[in-house]
């Protein structure tokens, strides 16, 4: 049989790797060898995995020369490798022996009548492990990545152990997951969170990965590092020992190690193995329990425990300090509890004082009741002389466990307590697969569901945000987009043109006009003789006499037509930096109407019932105060306005700034023919002020005195009204404005700038709906009633087309067949 055939032909089998196998797995990967090669170590590897081993161990040390790490004893090695010739042979002899009792079963179904079936009857017996409960785990695989992709800080149910330091709880974890890489030694206590993430892979992909991670943020710390399985134990406790040694403490508490384990027997499934609780001294014992309060406080939601109570002569649980914080914190009906070291019990009391506790009594001293899930009795035997791998330790440990509680002794008083059922590593992954369902059923299922739902919301809350789905299917197809983009942008000028033409009158148009009269009024101070006179106010009627002697009468008309040059001049000037302001002031004004967008404000994020405002947001309130708008108040919180916003699409005008500045071009344009139209009025204006027929301005003279007495008369305010009349008479109106603003042609295929984002969005929204219609198919009765219309309902609102404009719902239909 060939070598690639190896996993075909039943090396797994449904609850582990059988013993026979155990020594011949790969001790890197703990896959079966299929090119077994002799390393300098002495050790047998499969080639593949040495030869990756011997590459990231390489980088991992920073050296390019010939000498590695050995995987299993730490020393230097060479990279010689030569075939192992006897192992090879060792695994084809297993492969066979196993084809031909598949082929026997086929033969004997055959002979029954059941047809063409072969499910293998004699496979050496496997010990019963947590990959047991890969059938009821099997439901979350194909949803996690999604899950997480979708759900912002969404974690799968996590099994904790937790218990005094030296319990046995490492133990523990060790034998239900059957990997050795859990701290176990008496020298070897925990001192920091280890999160296992056991992940199911196909055979050619198993591998084990430790990194530490920062508890708070989850950055990686310490670079991540491939560990062989078969003694993980070692690299965890260099790992945990670099930790200690930076830090300078016993017990990390904002730093935990993380050992990422794909293998083919393990189930989906997050196992942690909290630091040993400590009573003394006190600085230790409030560092162990600061680890498992910032763990409740920010995990403990999706978590189960297992609370580990060494049994003896005189067990109280109620002394234990792991047993104690679990009921501090009331989490009794999400803990099993399990007795360890029960092998150092030899009396026939201490037996029936184990089976006691096990039943839950309260009549025993020192019991504590944990009635939904209850107590499990494991054994904690290392002493396997015989095991050649720490795979075959385990192996061999399980089924001394079995044996210790078929003893008479011992048996006789479970039987007698009728908890039989209650003993060993195989109850405790019953009564886990018990919990976990339950949990999933009552707990995880539907706060998920719940979570979805919030998030399917959130989304499409976004993308109504984004502009209303009308004018972007519209927009994407490129049909009649031209009369929303004109029917949106008339709205917005017709409301905020206005108080626009206010501002404008009141910060361009006056102020230009007082200056205009203030230099009529220096040209009269010149043309009287008397620059240096001072009058109060340039806006009122101003009367003064003069004496001019008969020698400057003559230079009057002269002064006179100077006077009206200079102005003229001036007023050119002033008319030019009048257009520029005006040009200035309407494009910024009305980029601003236009790119108005609809947004919504949560005045205290914190606070679920704060006031949360929907606002008209523009890109320069700051400069224009009127141009902060608040459509709607609610105070209930944030969904009343989601609520809104999904009724009521906004259309943000924003998105389309081709459209835009075509609008603001042409209101430009219209202010250039005002301007064009108002400036030779304007200069009319001044010329006729100085002239003989000039309303404005009177001269009287008389000789009575003997000397020339000329009188002057001149209405200013009378003046800079004439000019103000004027530049209003020249203003457009707003209807005017409006019209041929929107006469403006080439909105038709204009794509909006926000399709890159909306596609995110609706990629969210087909995620989210693909992650609740594959748990409601997982779960069967367990899904919401009705959830095939809903998803319906969510599939109908997904846009037909994508930001390429191809059609999403048709991709998703050819992906799912």
Same mark, same amino acid.
């Given at each position: 049989?060939?070598?690639?055939?190896?996993? %075909?032909?039943?090396?797994?089998?449904?609850?582990?790797?059988?013993?026979?196998?155990?020594?011949?797995?790969?001790?890197?990967?703990?896959?079966?060898?299929?090119?077994?090669?002799?390393?300098?170590?002495?050790?047998?590897?499969?080639?593949?995995?040495?030869?990756?081993?011997?590459?990231?161990?390489?980088?991992?040390?920073?050296?390019?020369?010939?000498?590695?790490?050995?995987?299993?004893?730490?020393?230097?090695?060479?990279?010689?490798?030569?075939?192992?010739?006897?192992?090879?042979?060792?695994? &084809?002899?297993?492969?066979?022996?196993?084809?031909?009792?598949? *082929?026997?079963?086929?033969?004997?179904?055959?002979?029954?009548?059941?047809?063409?079936?072969?499910?293998?009857?004699?496979?050496?017996?496997?010990?019963?492990?947590?990959?047991?409960?890969?059938?009821?785990?099997?439901?979350?695989?194909?949803?996690?990545?999604?899950?997480?992709?979708?759900?912002?800080?969404?974690?799968?149910?996590?099994?904790?152990?937790?218990?005094? &330091?030296?319990?046995?709880?490492?133990?523990?974890?060790?034998?239900?997951?059957?990997?050795?890489?859990?701290?176990?030694?008496?020298?070897?206590?925990?001192?920091?969170?280890?999160?296992?993430?056991?992940?199911?892979?196909?055979?050619?992909?198993?591998? *084990?990965?430790?990194?530490?991670?920062?508890?708070?943020?989850?950055?990686?710390?310490?670079?991540?590092?491939?560990?062989?399985?078969?003694?993980?134990?070692?690299?965890?406790?260099?790992?945990?020992?670099?930790?200690?040694?930076?830090?300078?403490?016993?017990?990390?508490?904002?730093?935990?190690?993380?050992?990422?384990?794909?293998?083919?027997?393990?189930?989906?499934?997050?196992?942690?193995?909290?630091?040993?609780?400590?009573?003394?001294?006190?600085?230790?014992?409030?560092?162990?329990?600061?680890?498992?309060?910032?763990?409740?406080?920010?995990?403990?939601?999706?978590?189960?425990?297992?609370?580990?109570?060494?049994?003896?002569?005189?067990?109280?649980?109620?002394?234990?300090?792991?047993?104690?914080?679990?009921?501090?914190?009331?989490?009794?009906?999400?803990?099993?509890?399990?007795?360890?070291?029960?092998?150092?019990?030899?009396?026939?009391?201490?037996?029936?004082?184990?089976?006691?506790?096990?039943?839950?009594?309260?009549?025993?001293?020192?019991?504590?009741?944990?009635?939904?899930?209850?107590?499990?009795?494991?054994?904690? %035997?290392?002493?396997?002389?015989?095991?050649?791998?720490?795979?075959?330790?385990?192996?061999?440990?399980?089924?001394?466990?079995?044996?210790?509680?078929?003893?008479?002794?011992?048996?006789?008083?479970?039987?007698?307590?009728?908890?039989?059922?209650?003993?060993?590593?195989?109850?405790?992954?019953?009564?886990?697969?018990?919990?976990?369902?339950?949990?999933?059923?009552?707990?995880?299922?539907?706060?998920?569901?719940?979570?979805?739902?919030?998030?399917?919301?959130?989304?499409?809350?976004?993308?109504?945000?984004?502009?209303?789905?009308?004018?972007?299917?519209?927009?994407?197809?490129?049909?009649?987009?031209?009369?929303?983009?004109?029917?949106?942008?008339?709205?917005?000028?017709?409301?905020?043109?206005?108080?626009?033409?206010?501002?404008?009158?009141?910060?361009?148009?006056?102020?230009?006009?007082?200056?205009?009269?203030?230099?009529?009024?220096?040209?009269?101070?010149?043309?009287?003789?008397?620059? %240096?006179?001072?009058?109060?106010?340039?806006?009122?009627?101003?009367?003064?006499?003069?004496?001019?002697?008969?020698?400057?009468?003559?230079?009057?008309?002269?002064?006179?037509?100077?006077?009206?040059?200079?102005? %003229?001049?001036?007023?050119?000037?002033?008319?030019?930096?009048?257009?520029?302001?005006?040009?200035?002031?309407?494009?910024?004004?009305?980029?601003?109407?236009?790119?108005?967008?609809?947004?919504?404000?949560?005045?205290?994020?914190?606070?679920?019932?704060?006031?949360?405002?929907?606002?008209?947001?523009?890109?320069?309130?700051?400069?224009?105060?009127?141009?902060?708008?608040?459509?709607?108040?609610?105070?209930?919180?944030?969904? *009343?306005?989601?609520?809104?916003?999904?009724?009521?699409?906004?259309?943000?005008?924003?998105?389309?700034?081709?459209?835009?500045?075509?609008?603001?071009?042409?209101?430009?344009?219209?202010?250039?023919?005002?301007?064009?139209?108002?400036?030779?009025?304007?200069?009319?204006?001044?010329?006729?002020?100085?002239?003989? &027929?000039?309303?404005?301005?009177?001269?009287?003279?008389?000789?009575?005195?003997?000397?020339?007495?000329?009188?002057?008369?001149?209405?200013?305010?009378?003046?800079?009204?004439?000019?103000?009349?004027?530049?209003?008479?020249?203003?457009?109106?707003?209807?005017?404005?409006?019209?041929?603003?929107?006469?403006?042609?080439?909105?038709?295929?204009?794509?909006?700038?926000?399709?890159?984002?909306?596609?995110?969005?609706?990629?969210?929204?087909?995620?989210?709906?693909?992650?609740?219609?594959?748990?409601?198919?997982?779960?069967?009765?367990?899904?919401?009633?009705?959830?095939?219309?809903?998803?319906?309902?969510?599939?109908?609102?997904?846009?037909?087309?994508?930001?390429?404009?191809?059609?999403?719902?048709?991709?998703?239909?050819?992906?799912?067949?």
């Amino acid at each position: 049989m060939a070598m690639e055939e190896y996993i %075909d032909s039943g090396f797994y089998t449904v609850s582990g790797i059988d013993l026979q196998l155990s020594s011949l797995l790969c001790p890197i990967s703990m896959e079966p060898m299929t090119e077994p090669v002799l390393c300098e170590d002495g050790h047998t590897y499969n080639k593949s995995s040495i030869e990756l081993w011997m590459k990231m161990e390489g980088n991992y040390l920073n050296k390019v020369n010939d000498k590695v790490k050995s995987p299993l004893n730490g020393k230097l090695m060479g990279k010689t490798l030569r075939p192992n010739d006897f192992v090879r042979k060792l695994l &084809e002899e297993y492969a066979e022996q196993i084809h031909n009792l598949k *082929a026997l079963d086929v033969v004997e179904a055959k002979d029954k009548g059941k047809g063409d079936v072969s499910v293998p009857r004699q496979l050496p017996k496997s010990v019963v492990s947590i990959h047991a409960l890969s059938k009821a785990f099997l439901k979350l695989d194909p949803l996690r990545d999604i899950l997480m992709q979708t759900l912002d800080g969404w974690e799968p149910p996590e099994i904790v152990v937790i218990g005094p &330091e030296k319990s046995g709880k490492s133990s523990v974890l060790e034998r239900l997951a059957m990997v050795p890489i859990f701290p176990r030694d008496t020298e070897l206590c925990t001192r920091m969170a280890i999160r296992v993430r056991l992940r199911r892979c196909s055979p050619k992909e198993a591998t *084990a990965v430790l990194k530490v991670i920062d508890v708070e943020t989850g950055v990686t710390v310490m670079e991540p590092r491939r560990i062989p399985i078969e003694n993980g134990f070692e690299y965890v406790r260099e790992a945990m020992s670099d930790v200690l040694s930076r830090i300078d403490d016993v017990v990390s508490i904002q730093e935990a190690i993380v050992l990422d384990v794909h293998h083919p027997t393990v189930p989906n499934l997050d196992l942690i193995d909290m630091p040993g609780l400590k009573t003394t001294p006190r600085e230790h014992k409030a560092a162990t329990y600061a680890v498992l309060e910032n763990h409740i406080l920010k995990r403990g939601e999706n978590s189960l425990y297992l609370a580990v109570c060494a049994a003896g002569p005189r067990m109280r649980p109620n002394t234990n300090v792991g047993l104690q914080f679990i009921t501090e914190h009331q989490l009794q009906d999400k803990t099993i509890g399990v007795f360890t070291f029960c092998d150092d019990l030899y009396k026939k009391p201490h037996f029936e004082t184990l089976a006691q506790h096990l039943q839950g009594t309260t009549a025993i001293d020192g019991a504590v009741q944990l009635e939904k899930y209850g107590w499990v009795a494991t054994m904690n %035997d290392n002493n396997v002389e015989r095991a050649e791998t720490n795979y075959q330790r385990l192996q061999i440990q399980a089924q001394n466990e079995e044996e210790f509680f078929n003893g008479p002794a011992i048996s006789a008083a479970l039987e007698a307590a009728d908890v039989s059922d209650r003993v060993n590593s195989s109850a405790l992954v019953h009564k886990l697969h018990i919990m976990y369902t339950e949990f999933l059923a009552d707990t995880w299922a539907p706060k998920t569901f719940t979570r979805i739902r919030k998030e399917y919301k959130e989304e499409k809350y976004k993308d109504a945000l984004l502009g209303s789905p009308q004018a972007e299917i519209l927009c994407r197809s490129g049909r009649n987009i031209g009369d929303a983009v004109r029917e949106h942008a008339g709205r917005l000028l017709n409301t905020h043109l206005p108080g626009l033409f206010k501002e404008y009158i009141s910060n361009v148009v006056k102020p230009h006009t007082t200056s205009i009269t203030r230099e009529v009024q220096r040209r009269i101070q010149i043309l009287k003789g008397n620059v %240096d006179t001072n009058w109060e106010s340039s806006e009122s009627c101003v009367e003064d006499d003069c004496i001019i002697e008969h020698a400057d009468l003559k230079h009057m008309g002269e002064r006179t037509e100077t006077c009206v040059r200079c102005i %003229d001049w001036y007023m050119i000037d002033q008319l030019e930096g009048a257009r520029q302001e005006t040009q200035a002031f309407w494009r910024k004004s009305i980029r601003a109407v236009l790119h108005a967008k609809t947004i919504v404000k949560i005045h205290n994020p914190e606070d679920p019932d704060s006031q949360v405002d929907i606002l008209r947001q523009y890109p320069c309130p700051a400069a224009y105060p009127s141009f902060c708008q608040t459509l709607r108040t609610f105070t209930g919180g944030k969904t *009343a306005a989601i609520e809104e916003i999904l009724e009521r699409p906004p259309f943000q005008l924003c998105r389309f700034p081709n459209s835009v500045e075509a609008i603001v071009d042409c209101i430009m344009y219209s202010f250039d023919r005002m301007w064009e139209a108002a400036t030779p009025k304007l200069q009319k204006l001044t010329e006729l002020f100085f002239s003989p &027929e000039s309303p404005w301005m009177t001269w009287t003279h008389n000789m009575d005195t003997g000397a020339l007495r000329i009188h002057g008369s001149f209405n200013l305010s009378a003046f800079s009204g004439a000019v103000l009349y004027t530049l209003l008479r020249a203003l457009p109106s707003c209807s005017s404005l409006i019209d041929d603003a929107l006469q403006v042609s080439g909105f038709q295929g204009e794509i909006e700038n926000c399709v890159e984002e909306r596609s995110v969005i609706t990629n969210k929204r087909i995620l989210l709906i693909q992650a609740f219609r594959g748990m409601c198919e997982a779960l069967g009765d367990l899904a919401p009633e009705g959830w095939e219309e809903e998803v319906a309902a969510w599939e109908a609102e997904i846009p037909e087309l994508d930001a390429k404009g191809t059609n999403v719902r048709k991709q998703q239909n050819t992906s799912k067949r």
